[in-house]
């Protein structure tokens, strides 16, 4: 665009200053600070993260004035969060410990990945919590977890916290007691696990879904199942965890992913507008994000940022599996969700880079 020089350089400086003091921003000025943050893929090792969120185990404690003993997985670029919408945090609970009863409007899920003899209430349903289950605590439900086992138990908590705080609608509110009463045990699993078989004296009205705990068992149970099928060239055997009643994705803001990447299998890549934090439960394999490669392995953490090119690949003989909270739903409910296969080299990357050999 042409800059008109019929102004001296004193007077476009005085109308800049101007404009500036009564905050106007000349459109055509491509300013300092002016664009979001943006952010690269990341990896964090399970080997480095681990030692930290145990040793937080003498740090501090959950209570009244730090409710919950969590490390956040920030991604460089970012003041706070794992991408621009979504929060990722490693969580610790010790034998005999509770994290106190609160609800806020953030939603959460918990990715659980050691140890037993802990439970969340979600809404007075006491949820017992192994390796691999998911436990959804969507927003404004009363949630508290309980450790009455002998061993630590930690998961990953998913939130949309970033996208909550940049709408201005972050609510909290504390319960009046440590823990809220429990109504039921496995309440929710009891009615909706079944999925295809329901109660029929109830009519779920909840902007969420009805099943609030997906037990490792039967998600393991539904991978293996399509093992010997054709799945998805760009996500192999690709499930979502899905609201029975309307068979949609479980949360409004985060959709749940698990995914097994069988032997031997290397997926073409894509790339799409919905941002994603996988975490790598079983197996090693690796990806490759925007032509850099990333080697995971069981217990490690990685993010994938809005619109750029990945594929996955299993080498060794054992299946990978990868959990992902994402974004989607929120992209699709605003008709900005896109997708675009990789096309050329047959589908898959030049490698240029490898994280952490930089
Ligand atoms: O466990 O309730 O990682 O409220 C961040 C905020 C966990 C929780 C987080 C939370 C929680
Ligand atoms: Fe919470």
Not at 16 to 26: C, G, K, N, R, V
Not at 153 to 168: A, E, F, H, Q, S
Not at 327 to 356: C, N
Request: aromatic residues 10%.
């Amino acid at each position: 665009m042409a800059i008109q020089d019929r102004l001296t350089s004193e007077e476009l400086q005085s109308y800049y200053d101007t404009a500036e003091s009564i905050s106007l921003m000349p459109g055509w000025v491509e300013g300092e600070g002016q664009r979001p943050p943006e952010i690269k893929p990341f990896l964090w090792r399970w080997s480095e993260v681990e030692p930290l969120v145990l040793k937080s185990g003498s740090i501090v404690a959950p209570g009244a004035d730090v409710q919950r003993r969590t490390m956040r997985l920030t991604t460089p670029g970012l003041a706070r969060g794992s991408t621009q919408t979504l929060h990722t945090a490693i969580q610790l609970l010790l034998p005999g410990e509770t994290a106190p009863a609160h609800r806020h409007t953030p939603t959460a899920i918990r990715w659980i990945l050691k140890g037993k003899g802990a439970y969340t209430t979600v809404n007075g349903d006491k949820c017992w919590m192994e390796p691999g289950d998911l436990v959804l605590t969507p927003s404004w439900t009363w949630h508290d977890h309980s450790n009455e086992g002998n061993e630590p138990m930690i998961w990953m908590d998913g939130l949309d916290i970033p996208l909550v705080r940049y709408l201005k609608a972050n609510f909290y509110e504390q319960f009046p007691e440590d823990v809220q009463p429990i109504e039921g045990t496995g309440t929710s699993a009891r009615k909706y696990a079944a999925g295809a078989l329901r109660p029929t004296w109830e009519d779920p009205q909840v902007p969420y879904s009805s099943l609030w705990h997906y037990k490792w068992d039967r998600t393991y149970e539904a991978l293996s199942g399509m093992a010997d099928m054709p799945c998805d060239p760009h996500d192999d055997v690709a499930m979502e965890y899905s609201d029975p009643v309307t068979g949609g994705p479980v949360l409004r803001t985060m959709a749940c992913w698990v995914q097994m990447i069988r032997p031997g299998v290397h997926t073409k890549a894509h790339r799409h507008t919905s941002s994603k934090v996988y975490q790598v439960f079983k197996g090693s394999g690796y990806s490759v994000i925007d032509g850099q490669r990333f080697d995971w392995s069981e217990g490690d953490f990685f993010v994938l940022p809005s619109w750029a090119w990945h594929e996955h690949a299993c080498e060794g003989d054992q299946e990978a599996v990868l959990f992902s909270i994402q974004d989607i739903p929120v992209m699709k409910a605003l008709s900005l969700y896109r997708e675009e296969p990789y096309t050329e080299h047959a589908g898959h990357q030049p490698v240029t880079s490898h994280f952490g050999h930089e």
